[in-house]
């Protein structure tokens, strides 16, 4: 009886293997797990997965090279052409597979194969790929010949077993059309699809419902087979429907995107952020070149991460390139904001990919830098800090009612009225054009905030004057009355009015550098000469326009009533008035206003652009066409080749010097290369006259300077989309559909071009389905 027991004990400690998240599966085959480890009832979607994604094979600029006989042997590229649709590569641990194998080892018992089990990696000896492949009943072809059927849509049991008419399934096929054009019309906008009520008495079905429904009413053929008149279990319209719906359209927008790069280099922009639910998310943008010489960005995914540290980020990382069959060793560039976890020298994620791809150089976030220069003269300089403490006190005041605001626009719009009157002209209206404004607060982190802020508080000067002396004569809380009356002094004295105009002026300044910075196609140096550009002005405006800003400044005065500095008095410290300061007016407000801040702006632009005295800098300006190719230097550009030995060995950096001389001759005799302004267009230019094809490796360097990233303006871009796709009202949308939401909505361009027939397709691929088209 006891061994009854016993068995009975044992019988139950073994578990069936739980369900797993086929988008989690590791594309590299020597990080699979063997197919029998996973649930049974599963394993056919899982082989379903790996067909749909097809072989994983990289092609990478080096493979790794083996001893073998004495000699340095490797795997060959142009292998996957011969055997293109079963051979696998694994960056891992240098080994090949047969990915049919591997999905249909089970069914032949304990057959052993090394494209199966530990991996083919004797290099020296080719003809064991034709070997592995076999006769015509060899268990390679006779695998083969199960993923053909398994992918096959009309081969499943469950569709030989329903048969439909040709009605049927066109009548299949028109709703799962109209159910993929209401998808694709949500996703683009950044709509829910779910409604709070959906049943059929229902006022408001949601989104998806309706627009069907919408959809129905306007076609009679279609309003025939859909909703109500569709069999219950042939609807296309269940939540689990249009989450599939989503992920193929994810999916397709991702294919598009992963096509276009190719086995190409890239550069990698990362930031997180957390979303409504206090969720961490990380949201991450690759850069390259398409085949036209034009640079892309383009977000590939949003990762839930739980922990932010280097280590983790790195981990997920890793997990998402294997997931999409991208390649470390392709990464040519970073771009991530200052935070240490990302940008440390010695443990940051920057670190940790340059420990395994030291060609993966680092480049701060120009836009983020350029913040970090205004809020360190914001901070640094007792005037300008003093000046946005009162801005800021000012902001609260205003912004604290409905009624204030109100009233600040209701005085905007008379003053404007007045204006108009007087001058007896029209005024437009539109864009960007006499809009209603209001105060906004500066933000240390927003870009563009602080210049936001003081452009609006000129501009609305006479109107917040007004609104406090509002406040002032109808608020019954003393401290309100107070504080109003306080503001009122502070805004009519001559210093903030000389630091209004003068952080006006500033901020301007970097405002326009920050706009251009923050261009998807924007390149290094062209950034670079932008900043300097930037510079040069400032220091421009420090030499000789202190006379036509003080003018500036005393015309301002006048005409709103702000009591004006003589400059030729003597200058006396309201803080200690008795004291001689020895100096007049005119000195302390040039010397030790004005030139002062403009000093500190300039010395902060040399102290954080510090790239470009950095080598990498100076060696890719030599290949800048601007001036007729005036920087051109063929030492410096061979150096360049050297920092890239994954990308030009000994033998390439040989043929480039020769190149380059032919290519300076070629570009500076052929008048459509005159005038250009960038390497955007060098490289766009390159493309179009078919000159990319004789010189390949000048084209390769100009691709390896384009792909280094600027600012990481595009990941903001795809948080500013989050915002919206995961709102209030949407708080509880899941990882994976709030990332395929973001990705449709991101890159709505692409997402234009996925065609109805192959979102047909890629749906009925995923899973064995009841109906067939």
């Known amino acids: 009886m006891d061994r009854f027991v016993v068995r009975k004990v044992q019988s139950s400690s073994s ?152 009605k049927q399934k066109h009548e299949y096929r028109l709703r799962l059309s109209a159910s993929i054009e209401v998808a694709k019309t949500l996703l683009s906008q950044g709509l829910p699809f779910r409604g709070h009520d959906e049943s059929s008495d229902s006022l408001n079905r949601g989104n998806f419902l309706e627009i069907l429904d919408l959809m129905g009413r306007q076609s009679e053929e279609l309003g025939n087979v859909i909703l109500g008149n569709a069999p219950g279990n042939s609807k296309m319209t269940s939540p689990k429907i249009q989450l599939d719906i989503k992920h193929c359209f994810g999916e397709e927008v991702l294919k598009q995107i992963f096509e276009d790069l190719g086995d190409d280099v890239f550069s990698l922009l990362v930031d997180e952020s957390s979303d409504v639910s ?32 280097a280590l983790s980020l790195k981990s997920t990382i890793d997990d998402l390139f294997s997931r999409y069959g991208l390649s470390l060793s392709k990464l040519r560039g970073q771009g991530y904001d200052g935070a240490s976890n990302m940008a440390g ?17 680092y480049v701060h976030c120009f836009a983020h830098q350029l913040q970090l220069v205004v809020v360190a003269v914001a901070k640094k300089h007792g005037g300008v800090l003093r000046f946005f403490n009162t801005v800021a006190c000012l902001t609260n005041v205003i912004c604290a009612s409905c009624k204030r605001q109100d009233k600040l626009r209701e005085s905007q719009k008379n003053k404007l009225e007045e204006k108009k009157k007087n001058l007896e002209i029209e005024f437009s209206t539109g864009t960007g054009l006499n809009q209603e404004l209001s105060l906004t607060r500066a933000g240390d982190t927003r870009w563009n905030s602080h210049y936001k802020t003081v452009s609006r508080l000129a501009t609305l000067y006479d109107s917040i004057i007004e609104v406090l002396e509002y406040v002032e004569e109808t608020s019954s809380n003393s401290t309100i009355i107070t504080q109003a009356g306080g503001l009122i002094e502070d805004l009519r004295r001559y210093d903030f009015v000389f630091y209004m105009h003068l952080l006006t002026h500033l901020l301007d300044s970097t405002n326009n550098l920050s706009q251009s910075l923050q261009r998807k196609d924007q390149d290094l140096l062209n950034a670079m000469s932008l900043v300097t550009s930037t510079k040069h002005g400032l220091e421009d405006f420090r030499l000789e326009s202190f006379p036509s800003f003080l003018e500036t400044v005393n015309s301002f005065c006048d005409t709103h009533n702000v009591q004006m500095v003589n400059m030729d008095d003597v200058y006396i410290n309201p803080r200690n008035p008795r004291k001689k300061t020895n100096m007049t007016c005119r000195h302390y407000y040039e010397y030790d206003c004005f030139n002062t801040v403009v000093d500190m702006q300039i010395q902060e632009f040399g102290n954080r652009f510090n790239e470009v005295t950095s080598e990498l800098f100076t060696c890719m300006a030599c290949l800048s066409p601007c001036d007729n190719f005036a920087s051109f230097d063929i030492p410096k550009i061979i150096r360049l080749a050297e920092m890239y030995p994954c990308d030009f060995d000994e ?18 005799g052929d008048i459509r290369f005159d005038n250009l302004d960038g390497l955007s267009s060098l490289a766009r230019l390159m493309v179009e006259t078919k000159k990319h094809h004789s010189f390949m490796l000048v084209y390769r360097l100009l ?20 915002k919206i796709v995961k ?47």
């Open 651 to 668: 033998e390439d950096r040989r043929r480039l010097k020769i190149e380059l001389t032919i290519y300076i001759d070629n570009l500076k």
């Open 703 to 722: 691709k390896l300077t384009l792909v280094l990233p600027v600012a990481t303006s595009s990941v903001e871009r795809c948080f500013s989309g989050m």
């Open 345 to 361: 020298e010695f443990n940051g994620l920057r670190a940790l990919i340059l420990k395994e791809n030291p060609s993966a150089f």
């Open 278 to 309: 206090k969720k961490e998310q990380m949201a991450v943008v690759i850069r390259y070149v398409d085949k036209y010489g034009i640079v892309k960005e383009r977000f590939i995914g949003l990762v839930h991460v739980m922990d932010t540290s």
């Open 727 to 773: 709102s209030d009202l949407r708080n509880r949308i899941g990882d994976e559909n709030l990332n395929d939401s973001c990705i449709c909505y991101i890159e709505k361009e692409l997402l234009k071009k996925v065609t109805t027939d192959n979102m047909i397709d890629r749906f009925q691929k995923m899973k064995t389905r009841r109906e067939q088209v």
């Open 15 to 166: 578990k069936t293997p739980e369900y797993v998240d086929v988008n989690t599966l590791p594309r590299d085959p020597g990080e699979r797990k063997p197919l029998t480890s996973y649930n049974p009832n599963q394993r056919d979607d899982i082989r379903r997965y790996y067909l749909t994604k097809g072989p994983f094979q990289p092609r990478l600029q080096s493979f790794k090279r083996t001893i073998i006989g004495g000699e340095a042997r490797r795997f060959q590229a142009n292998w996957y052409d011969s055997f293109k649709n079963w051979l696998e590569y694994s960056e891992t641990n240098d080994r090949a597979y047969c990915l049919c194998c591997y999905l249909f080892k089970d069914y032949y018992g304990n057959h052993k194969d090394a494209f199966v089990d530990e991996g083919f990696n004797s290099w020296n000896k080719k003809e064991r790929f034709e070997r592995h492949v076999g006769q015509v009943n060899s268990i390679h072809n006779k695998s083969l010949k199960k993923c053909e059927d398994l992918i096959r849509k009309n081969q499943s049991i469950q569709s030989v077993f329903v048969k439909q008419s040709d």
